[in-house]
């Protein structure tokens, strides 16, 4: 693994570690807070490469419009609503959920 590769990997995951249960953040947001702006898809195709097994809470990063765009939806809805997020037609309201960290 390149060097830049690792260190954006390890911004990521450091920001999604810190989602908060009960909260979502985009894949932008995560992005912009990594300090990767424009790089939305980058932190997506890391979350994508995480083991079935990872303790870290990829369940909680979401599209930009609240949308579950993973491969994974069902289990990550379950996730969510375990959490106590209201998920509708595989959305959730950023405006309610959504993190401000």
Same mark, same amino acid.
Do not use: C
């Given at each position: 693994?390149? *060097?830049?590769?690792?260190?954006?990997?390890?911004?990521?995951?450091?920001?999604?570690?810190?989602?908060? *249960?009960?909260?979502?953040?985009?894949?932008?947001?995560?992005?912009? #807070?990594? &300090?990767?702006?424009?790089?939305?898809? @980058?932190?997506?195709?890391? #979350?994508?490469?995480?083991?079935?097994?990872?303790? @870290?809470?990829?369940?909680?990063?979401?599209?930009?419009?609240?949308?579950?765009?993973?491969?994974?939806? #069902?289990?990550?809805?379950?996730? @969510? *609503?375990? *959490? &106590?997020?209201?998920?509708?037609? &595989?959305?959730?309201? @950023?405006?309610?959920?959504?993190?401000?960290?």
């Amino acid at each position: 693994m390149s *060097e830049t590769k690792n260190s954006a990997q390890t911004r990521v995951f450091s920001v999604v570690a810190r989602i908060p *249960e009960g909260k979502v953040a985009s894949y932008g947001q995560i992005a912009r #807070l990594a &300090g990767m702006p424009s790089h939305a898809r @980058l932190v997506g195709r890391i #979350l994508s490469q995480l083991p079935g097994s990872t303790r @870290l809470p990829w369940h909680r990063v979401v599209n930009g419009q609240g949308r579950i765009t993973n491969p994974r939806a #069902l289990r990550q809805q379950g996730r @969510l *609503e375990d *959490e &106590g997020i209201v998920v509708i037609n &595989g959305r959730i309201s @950023l405006r309610h959920y959504g993190w401000d960290p």
